[in-house]
C-alpha cells in the first residue's frame, strides 16, 4: 500500500513533459514485448499488405497458390438493430472468397458463437438486393488462438455443415476454421505458430513476416508508427469509456445535456446524437 502511494505522489509531482517522456518510454518496452499475438500490433503489421495475410493462409489452408487481391484491417460491419461486430482481418482472394481472420490471446474471445456471429455477419453483407443466393461467396472465419481452445491436441480444428447420417459435407460455402497457436511441429504450420509468438525479428522463421515486425520495432518511422498507433488508441478506449458514462445518465434521465458534456468530455452534438440513439 505504501508503495502504491509512493508511486502515486511521484507520478503527481511529475512535470507534463515528464510524464509524456515517461508514457513513451513505456510505450517502447510494450513494444518491445509485442508479438503477433497482439491484435494492435497485427494489425498495423498487415494494414494494406496482402504478403503478409497471404503467406499465412497458404499455410493454414494448405493453398500455396493461394493469392489475395485485397486486405482490410479492423473492419467494424455495423448493425442497426443489434450487435455490430468488427473484423480483425477481412481479405478477399483471386477466387472471390472472403476471409475474417481473428486473432486472439483469450480463450473467452474465441468462443463458438462468435464464430458463428462473424460468420452470420460476413453473409448478410455479401449480397444486393433480389441477388440470386447462389451468388453468395466462399467464405471462411479462421480464429488464430495463442492457446489451444477446442483441446484436443490438434494444430487445426476445421468445422464443416454436414449430413449426421451419412458424414456427408453440406457444401455450402462456409466454413470456420481454429488454429492452436500453441502448436509448434516442425511443419510449415509449427514455423508460423512460432513466429507469431516471436518478439524478435531475428528468431521468425518466414522472411516476409520477421520484415515487418523488424520494420515496426526497430526503424525509427516504425516505432513512431506504432507510438502513434498506440496514443490512438488509448484515446479511443478513453472516448468509448466516456461514451458508456454518457449514456448511463442519459438513460438515468437526471442529469441535463451540459451536465453530461462537462463530465463525460465529449462535445454537446455527440450527446444529442447518443440521446436520440440510446432507444433505437
Same mark, same amino acid.
Given at each position: 500500500m505504501k508503495i502504491q502511494k509512493l508511486k502515486k505522489t511521484q507520478k503527481q509531482s511529475l512535470t507534463v513533459t515528464e510524464q509524456i517522456d515517461q508514457k513513451h518510454q513505456e510505450d517502447l518496452q510494450r513494444l518491445r514485448n509485442f508479438s503477433l499475438f497482439d491484435d494492435d500490433f497485427l494489425t498495423k503489421c498487415f494494414e494494406g499488405n496482402t504478403d503478409c495475410i497471404e503467406l499465412i493462409l497458404q499455410i493454414i489452408l494448405e493453398?500455396?497458390?493461394?493469392?489475395?487481391?485485397?486486405?482490410?484491417?479492423?473492419?467494424?460491419?455495423?448493425?442497426?438493430?443489434?450487435? /455490430?461486430?468488427?473484423?480483425?482481418? #477481412? @481479405?478477399?482472394d483471386s477466387t472471390g472468397a472472403k476471409l475474417?481472420?481473428?486473432?486472439?490471446?483469450?480463450?473467452k474471445g474465441a468462443a463458438r458463437k462468435r464464430a458463428r456471429y462473424n460468420s452470420s455477419m460476413m453473409d448478410i453483407n455479401l449480397l444486393q438486393k433480389s441477388e440470386d443466393f447462389d451468388a453468395l461467396p466462399e467464405t471462411w472465419v479462421i480464429f488464430i488462438t495463442e492457446n489451444d481452445v477446442i483441446g484436443k491436441g490438434l494444430p487445426l480444428y476445421p468445422i464443416e455443415r454436414c449430413f449426421l447420417e451419412t458424414g456427408e459435407k453440406f457444401e455450402d460455402g462456409s466454413h470456420i476454421l481454429y488454429v492452436n497457436g500453441a502448436y509448434r511441429g516442425n511443419t510449415p504450420l509449427g514455423r508460423l505458430m512460432h513466429d507469431f509468438s516471436c518478439t524478435n525479428a531475428? /528468431?521468425?522463421?518466414?522472411?516476409? #513476416? @520477421?520484415?515487418?515486425?523488424r520494420f515496426f520495432k526497430e526503424s525509427k518511422e516504425g516505432i513512431e508508427i506504432m507510438c502513434r498507433a498506440m496514443e490512438d488508441m488509448r484515446n479511443q478506449t478513453l472516448k468509448e469509456g466516456m461514451t458508456e458514462v454518457a449514456l448511463r445518465m442519459l438513460t438515468a434521465g437526471k442529469y441535463a445535456l451540459e451536465e453530461i458534456v462537462t463530465i463525460s468530455g465529449l462535445s454537446l452534438d455527440e450527446v444529442r446524437q447518443l440521446n436520440a440513439n440510446k432507444n433505437i
Open positions: 493453398k500455396p497458390d493461394l493469392k489475395v487481391l485485397d486486405v482490410r484491417t479492423q473492419v467494424f460491419v455495423e448493425n442497426l438493430l443489434y450487435r /455490430s461486430v468488427r473484423f480483425d482481418i #477481412l @481479405a478477399t475474417n481472420v481473428e486473432i486472439q490471446r483469450s480463450d531475428a /528468431s521468425m522463421h518466414y522472411g516476409t #513476416l @520477421a520484415d515487418k515486425v
